[in-house]
């Protein structure tokens, strides 16, 4: 179990604090799952250095280095945006009631040739429901990055050794200090409109 200030920062030898209040959006008030990442960007400290000039407003949580040194950039009382529009679990795990699926297939049926607003009334759909029937959002999740790039439109370098201990050392204190499950650690890949690559050799 992690320890932790009254301001959501971890106190722990293993995690270097850097925060990057650029990329903290407003109080988190629950937390029911963790997304995992990769950067496309080769270092920590290019990535960090990317987050403070507040260009991009997104960013995680944590971030794990090739050397498998972590940083916490945002604290666990504050959102970050992470997981972009999320698809439908349902309809992914083919689980979806009929009225589930009659929607689905109506707004398809309608928004055909639209893809982008699809996509934005899916997450708009998915949200009112509550976790998990619907995959986790940035306002109920932890973000952890992993440095790695991108090789083409389906894959990722795979993480180093290091980084690979580093995460499962920081998701099962987070499972533990957050009360989760190890069911509710999830590829950024699975459940948002990302590269099917992105933390899919991440192992935890």
């Known amino acids: 179990m992690l320890t932790l200030d009254k301001q959501g920062v971890v106190r722990e030898a293993r995690v270097k604090v850097q925060l990057v209040p650029q990329i903290a959006h407003g109080p988190l008030q629950n937390v029911h ?24 407003p997104d960013g995680a949580h944590f971030l794990i280095d090739k050397d498998g ?11 970050c945006w992470h997981v ?16 589930e699926s009659a929607w689905y297939d109506t707004a398809t049926k309608r928004l055909r040739g639209h893809f982008s607003t699809l996509v934005q009334e899916t997450h708009q759909h998915e949200k009112d429901k509550d976790y998990p029937d619907r995959y986790p959002v940035n306002e109920d999740s932890i973000g952890i990055e992993m440095v790695g790039n991108h090789i083409d439109d389906k894959t990722f370098e795979t993480p180093a050794a290091e980084q690979q201990a580093s995460l499962r050392w920081l998701v099962q204190e987070l499972e533990a200090t957050l009360h989760l499950l190890n069911t509710d650690v999830y590829r950024h890949s699975l459940i948002s409109h990302k590269n099917p690559g992105e933390a899919a050799g991440a192992q935890w």
């Open 33 to 56: 799952a963790i997304v995992v990442h990769q950067t496309d960007s080769p270092t920590a400290s290019g990535t960090i250095a990317g987050w403070r000039t507040g260009n991009r």
């Open 69 to 79: 040194t972590t940083y916490q950039c945002v604290s666990l009382q504050q959102k």
């Open 84 to 99: 972009g529009k999320i698809v439908s679990r349902c309809l992914l795990e083919k689980s979806c009631s009929k009225t």
